[in-house]
């Protein structure tokens, strides 16, 4: 079995976790106390580099990195994610940190609240506000959802280091195709209920995106309601989500080499934040949406109540794939079959915000 990280970022720290041979050990908390709302292992150089995105109630929020997995922490003397003064504002929470490919090796995009982009261009240790995604004519219009107003997903294209995809909540899904000299909202099929008009420019409440493994340009979304699947990367979307018991939620992964196959966790209402039919089950989709196949083998069987967040469900890059995810109850969950049949692998953790995991040795 290849060896495997799994980071775990929870209300109130971070834990580390490590797959030898089949074993696996945790350490943490790291950041004791802090809120850890985002996550990277970023495995382009020569030594895997992990970013966290932490907020201490007494410093505020900051983005802190290792290159000895989670041994030691380096915090740069400067803030590493700043509002320019012009802006007006501040930063209240990073809930992205995402490596670029191999097209732009060092960049490292940093999503936040306010929502708004930042890039860094020496592997995640600065990063400077891209401003004509701040300066959108649309900013004044976006409302924050229920959670803040963040730009939580950012997803790099490998064929065009220029090509970047965002997610707001709740603002929709905006493109640049110019390195980010220029935007565009990019929601067409996707609903919006509590808006007037069937089909928005913009404003949707879009949860996660995700972009498929082998078709570069399938992405699949979880809004706020509603399943979605965009073949175009993004021009236009159809509901995918008709199978599922509930297609609302939060999470959405895609497999990291199989092509058409995404996982989602269904959550049972806005209004009723529990796991769909109270019951512990991630779904998967191996074609494209068509159907959904829910996946329970060595979950819980008795009525279950641990909501999964945006982030807090991943893929690791192993073959087959392991599968995992967190939940507001402190439960850790993983599969190393691409998610035929799961185990416990932590519990009584605090509140799981983020979990992200990748091979870091065979």
């Not at 850890?36 to 802190?64: C, E, K, M, N, Q």
């Not at 992405?219 to 509901?239: I, K, M």
């Not at 497999?255 to 049972?268: G, K, L, Q, S």
Request: some cysteine; overall charge negative.
């Amino acid at each position: 079995m290849a060896d495997v990280l799994l980071t775990v970022g929870t209300r109130k720290g971070l834990f580390i976790g490590r797959r030898r041979g089949g074993e696996w050990e945790f350490d943490g908390p790291h950041f004791n106390a802090q809120a850890i709302s985002s996550i990277a292992i970023d495995t382009r150089g020569r030594v895997p580099r992990l970013l966290v995105g932490g907020d201490s109630a007494h410093w505020g929020p900051s983005v802190f990195h290792s290159d000895d997995l989670g041994r030691s922490w380096i915090q740069p003397e400067q803030p590493a994610v700043k509002f320019p003064q012009f802006t007006g504002t501040s930063l209240e929470r990073v809930w992205q940190l995402q490596p670029a490919g191999a097209e732009a090796p060092d960049v490292v995009y940093a999503g936040t609240e306010p929502a708004a982009l930042f890039r860094s261009r020496d592997g995640g240790v600065s990063f400077e506000l891209i401003r004509p995604l701040w300066e959108h004519p649309t900013r004044s219009a976006w409302v924050p959802g229920g959670g803040g107003e963040g730009l939580h997903t950012v997803l790099t294209d490998p064929r065009d280091a220029g090509a970047v995809t965002v997610a707001v909540s709740a603002a929709g899904v905006f493109r640049t195709r110019d390195g980010g000299a220029s935007w565009a909202p990019a929601n067409k099929g996707v609903s919006a209920s509590f808006l007037p008009g069937p089909d928005p420019v913009f404003g949707q409440c879009v949860h996660k995106v995700a972009r498929d493994a082998v078709d570069l340009d399938r992405l699949y979304l979880q809004n706020h309601w509603g399943v979605f699947r965009s073949d175009d990367s993004g021009d236009h979307w159809t509901d995918i989500g008709g199978s599922l018991p509930s297609d609302f939620g939060f999470a959405m992964a895609a497999h990291p080499h199989r092509a058409d196959t995404a996982y989602v966790f269904p959550i049972n209402a806005d209004v009723d934040r529990v796991p769909a039919e109270h019951r512990c089950r991630v779904f998967r989709t191996g074609n494209a949406g068509g159907t959904w196949e829910p996946l329970s083998a060595g979950l819980p069987e008795e009525a279950h109540y641990g909501t999964v967040l945006r982030d807090a469900l991943c893929t690791d890059d192993a073959d087959p794939a392991g599968v995992y995810f967190g939940n507001r109850n402190g439960e850790v969950y993983a599969s190393a079959d691409d998610g035929d049949s799961w185990r416990q692998l932590a519990s009584h953790l605090p509140d799981v915000l983020c979990v992200r995991a990748a091979v870091v040795g065979r």
